[in-house]
């Protein structure tokens, strides 16, 4: 079983920043591709973004890009969401995933999940 903390989530202004944290145990951390993924009410999980296992490599959503940074700490077992120039449009439960390697882009390519935590963007 793999568990995944987020935090990180709140209310804030469009325009400003969050930076969401997903923590993990060691042993997952470094077996295991992780994401990020978004719920709006009422819809499915949408991709948002994730990094290649071993290497820098990163993939975003559309309505993402250029906007948000995934990273991640190794030191720390923990994956980073940094959200800047936020909008009323990202208002959403962000999730926290992990699978088997390679990384994927659609939900049903990761196996674990986290409890979520809510972003609210006020215009």
């Known amino acids: ?3 995944l903390v ?11 920043s969050l930076k969401l944290s997903c923590t993990t145990d060691e042993r997952a951390f470094s077996n295991y591709a992780m994401a990020w993924f978004r719920q709006f009410p009422g819809k499915e999980r949408e991709f948002v973004a994730t990094m290649a296992w071993k290497g820098p490599d990163t993939w975003y959503g559309d309505s993402v ?3 948000f940074t995934i990273s991640r700490d190794r030191t720390k077992n923990t994956l980073y969401l940094q959200m800047d120039r936020l909008k009323p449009d990202d208002t959403a ?3 926290c995933a992990a699978g088997h390697p390679p990384p994927g882009l659609v939900e049903h390519e990761y196996q674990w999940w986290g409890q979520g935590t809510r ?3 006020y215009s």
């Open 1 to 3: 079983q793999v568990q």
């Open 6 to 16: 987020e935090s990180g989530g709140g209310s804030v202004q469009a325009g400003e």
């Open 65 to 67: 890009k250029g906007r």
């Open 93 to 95: 439960v962000y999730f």
């Open 119 to 121: 972003v609210t963007v």
